[in-house]
Antibody, heavy 120, light 107 residues
Framework: QVQLVQSGGEAKKPGASVKVSCKAS????????ITWVRQARGQGLEWMGW????????AYAQKVKDRVTLTTDTSTTTVYMELTSLTFDDTAVYYC?????????????WGQGTTVIVSS | EIVLTQSPVTLSLSPGERATLSCRAS??????LAWYQQKPGQAPRLIISGASNRATGIPARFSGSGSGTDFTLTISSLEPEDFAVYYC?????????FGQGTKLEIK
């Protein structure tokens, strides 16, 4: 059973950074990529970025590309999403999702979500 | 970046009725389009990939069609558990953008 387990919720002040982890289990880690998606309360899904766990290739959304960094640790089958210079608009639930790597596939396994609250 | 526009924003139907949801892309995404279902407090769930391929465990009442810029998700006969928000996502070009969602609500 493939699973993605994310780290717990975070409360941060404006200007701080947050690092969310996504641990994969139950499948070959390097056969897939990991996509990060966030969702503000009552809003839609926002694609943030993708990382290949095989070769480290990345793609970022223009909106956050100067503030987000995706990394992988193959020894622990964990992917990390770090977001810096947080603002109130970064308050959201952050999801990681498995990316099979084929254009005609979809995000077929999702983490449970991590709530990040930015508040003064 | 490719913009996906979903319509309608809200669709009010009764159980047993047929639902037709639309997703239009600002440029061709070939057949690289996926649909997701999201219920309150839950992560999204993959319903359709490659425009028309049902994901594992998805009932046959869900079907997808389309190519290029116009796509449709059809639910042939609504069950109570189908009322949710549905998102399309294009996977033809980076960034892999999402539509804004269609809320399917009980009439």
């Amino acid at each position: 059973q493939v699973q993605l387990v994310q780290s717990g919720g975070e409360a941060k002040k404006p200007g701080a950074s947050v690092k969310v982890s996504c641990k994969a289990s139950g499948s070959t880690f390097t056969n897939y990529g990991i996509t990060w998606v966030r969702q503000a309360r009552g809003q839609g899904l926002e694609w943030m970025g993708w990382i290949s766990t095989e070769n480290g290739n990345k793609a970022y959304a223009q909106k956050v590309k100067d503030r987000v960094t995706l990394t992988t640790d193959t020894s622990t089958t964990t992917v990390y999403m770090e977001l810096t210079s947080l603002t109130f608009d970064d308050t959201a639930v952050y999801y990681c999702a498995r990316e099979p790597g084929l254009a005609d596939s979809g995000l077929d396994v999702w983490g449970q979500g991590t709530t990040v609250i930015v508040s003064s | 970046e490719i913009v996906l526009t979903q319509s309608p924003v809200t669709l009010s139907l009764s159980p047993g009725e047929r639902a037709t949801l639309s997703c239009r892309a600002s440029q061709s995404v070939y057949r690289y389009l996926a649909w997701y279902q999201q219920k309150p407090g839950q992560a999204p769930r993959l319903i359709i990939s490659g425009a028309s391929n049902r994901a594992t465990g998805i009932p046959a009442r869900f079907s997808g069609s389309g190519s290029g810029t116009d796509f449709t998700l059809t639910i042939s006969s609504l069950e109570p558990e189908d009322f949710a928000v549905y998102y399309c996502q294009q996977r033809g070009n980076w960034p892999h953008t999402f539509g804004q969602g269609t809320k399917l609500e009980i009439k």
